[in-house]
T-cell receptor, first 113, second 111 residues
Framework: GAVVSQHPSRVICKSGTSVKIECRSL??????MFWYRQFPKQSLMLMAT?????????EQGVEKDKFLINHASLTLSTLTVTSAHPEDSSFYIC?????????FGSGTRLTVV | SQQGEEDPQALSIQEGENATMNCSYK?????LQWYRQNSGRGLVHLIL?????REKHSGRLRVTLDTSKKSSSLLITASRAADTASYFC???????????FGTGTSLTVIP
């Protein structure tokens, strides 16, 4: 079946630095990818919808200049957390629309110290 | 990786009927969540049930959790055409790490 590979699975970074998270569709082309974040013991919250070749659509309250999304090819979308702060520490997960439905990456645990 | 499995993979019912979807998982969990996703849109959180709860209601939704069987069910009563979507269960394992999604049930409600 369709597989989405998300990397890295865990990252620890210093406050003020930037972190890039990659989401790749391995055996299919993903026109649309979704980025979510989850705070501990809460549900996933949609951050943005990433469309190949165009600007991402951000949900209300999500800073587009802080969470940069690039979807330059049909198999790769990236989320860059810029100037990370401790409050950005969270679990980030991507999802892509495959031919049969939706598939999810394994997630990235970001810790900002 | 996805540890949850939804059953059935696809379900087609008439408007007004009830729809039941099941989810099984493999490890001990903190909670289990149900989401819906309309075509081309992001996930929408429906309901969260904690590991110490057995049943929860929200509007026309009823969720049950059986931790001994590692399974959950989502019941949508009096279905509407607007309920047509994919439904996913997701588990939050008490290992504190990843968040696992099932493969989803595609529900079609025929007007």
């Amino acid at each position: 079946g369709a597989v989405v590979s998300q990397h890295p699975s865990r990252v620890i970074c210093k406050s003020g630095t930037s972190v890039k998270i990659e989401c790749r569709s391995l055996d299919f082309q993903a026109t649309t990818m979704f980025w979510y974040r989850q705070f501990p013991k809460q549900s996933l919250m949609l951050m943005a919808t990433s469309n190949e070749g165009s600007k991402a659509t951000y949900e209300q309250g999500v800073e587009k200049d802080k969470f940069l999304i690039n979807h330059a090819s049909l198999t790769l979308s990236t989320l860059t957390v810029t100037s990370a702060h401790p409050e950005d520490s969270s679990f980030y997960i991507c999802s892509a629309e495959a031919y049969y439905g939706y598939t999810f990456g394994s997630g990235t645990r970001l810790t900002v110290v | 990786s996805q540890q949850g499995e939804e059953d059935p993979q696809a379900l087609s019912i008439q408007e007004g009927e009830n729809a039941t979807m099941n989810c099984s998982y493999k490890t001990s969990i903190n909670n289990l969540q149900w989401y819906r996703q309309n075509s081309g849109r992001g996930l929408v959180h429906l309901i969260l049930i904690r590991s110490n709860e057995r049943e929860k209601h929200s509007g026309r939704l009823r969720v049950t959790l059986d931790t001994s069987k590692k399974s959950s069910s989502l019941l949508i009563t009096a279905s509407r055409a607007a309920d047509t979507a994919s439904y996913f269960c997701a588990t939050d394992p008490n290992t504190g790490n990843q968040f696992y999604f099932g493969t989803g049930t595609s529900l079609t409600v025929i007007p």
